[in-house]
């Protein structure tokens, strides 16, 4: 899934709400972005509650969804 991030600063990261022009990215596909693998920022995510600061949403069957600037955010540092 291709999606363009709008410009947003570390403290709107929080405010993210999934939607349909802003859907979210997978762990696996927030991990492909990154060039990690998806056990590895889910180990991070159990450990400190974040990735580098990233927070995903929990959906209620579990799964994680992370916001689509998520690694435009970590690579501005």
Known sequence: MNVTAPHTTHAAADDWTPSPAA???TTEQFAAAINMKPSTIRVRLCRTGSYFGVKPL???NGRLIWP???AQMLSRG
Request: net charge positive.
């Open 68 to 70: 689509p600037h998520a």
């Open 58 to 60: 929990k959906l209620p």
């Open 23 to 25: 859907p979210g990215w």
